[in-house]
């Protein structure tokens, strides 16, 4: 069985940090992503990683801000988030692709496996 959870989520003021961790269970992912979902709104990408732990790829939101990593040996996917603001306020999603590619996807759609999130409120 497939599972993929998030944790490290909570209630930050602006410009705290958070890091987020996902670690997978029942597969191994060639990459692994991280998505948001701010109330009433579409599920966005945020940033992904390779399974070498080259070309991750950010949300020009994010950029600069927030870092992901990934420690293969246990499975797991960070993110560091820092000089948070209330508009990072979602649901954090874990996402991981078996496909084997070049360049992670921006694209919800390309990966298969997701977790149950993790909440971010980011207070003014």
């Known amino acids: 069985q497939v599972q993929l959870v998030e944790s490290g989520g909570g209630l930050v003021q602006a410009g705290g940090s958070l890091r987020l961790s996902c670690t997978a269970s029942g597969r191994t992912f060639s990459t692994m992503g991280w998505f948001r979902q701010g109330l009433g709104k579409d599920r966005d990408f945020v940033a992904a990683?390779?399974?070498?732990?080259?070309?991750?790829v950010y949300a020009d939101s994010v950029k600069d801000r927030f870092t992901i990593s990934r420690d293969n040996a246990k499975n797991t996917i960070y993110l560091q988030m820092n000089s948070l603001k209330p508009e990072d306020t979602a649901i954090y999603y874990c996402a991981g692709d078996s496909r084997t590619v070049l360049v992670p996807s921006l694209a919800a759609t390309a990966y298969g496996d997701w977790g149950q999130g993790t909440q971010v409120t980011v207070s003014s």
């Open positions: 990683i390779a399974w070498n732990g080259h070309h991750p």
